[in-house]
């Protein structure tokens, strides 16, 4: 077996990674309850337009006041989600402990020393003036 079977599997893995982080959002977006509800009205409609005309079955399905038994798992499901995270306690940041700088240099090959004040010369210029226009 040559690198063939490798990058076969690399590219495997990569989107297999990819599937699990699109469903990972997708669940913490809650659209899996979206995708629940969609399939409970899909099955209304379908019962319903069997029983009735188009209209009055479009109207019984959306009205809300004949729910399905999914329709209902649904709900508590969306309700049971919300309490939870309503119980979570709030965590503000109120500011950082620390400050980092980064200074970005040019490359300076191995051995040559840097002047002391080096960072110091990166912004002894002033700006412009008048500052420079954007065409």
């Not at 069997?50 to 729910?67: C, E, V, Y």
């Not at 620390?98 to 110091?120: H, K």
């Amino acid at each position: 077996m040559g690198n063939g079977g490798l990058a076969s599997n690399a590219h495997l893995f990569k989107r297999a990674a990819k599937i699990v982080v699109v469903f990972a959002v997708a669940l913490s977006l809650g659209l899996h309850w979206a995708l629940l509800q969609s399939v409970a009205w899909t099955g209304m409609l379908v019962t319903y337009a069997q029983q009735t005309s188009l209209r009055d079955a479009l109207t019984k399905t959306f009205d809300g006041k004949n729910p399905c038994r999914l329709c209902k798992l649904v709900q508590a499901g969306q309700q049971a989600e919300h309490d939870k995270a309503s119980l979570l306690p709030l965590v503000k940041i109120e500011s950082m402990p620390c400050a980092i700088a980064f200074v970005l240099a040019p490359p300076v090959s191995a051995g040559v020393p840097l002047p002391p004040d080096f960072a110091a010369s990166l912004r002894a210029e002033s700006p412009p003036s008048p500052p420079p226009r954007v065409a």
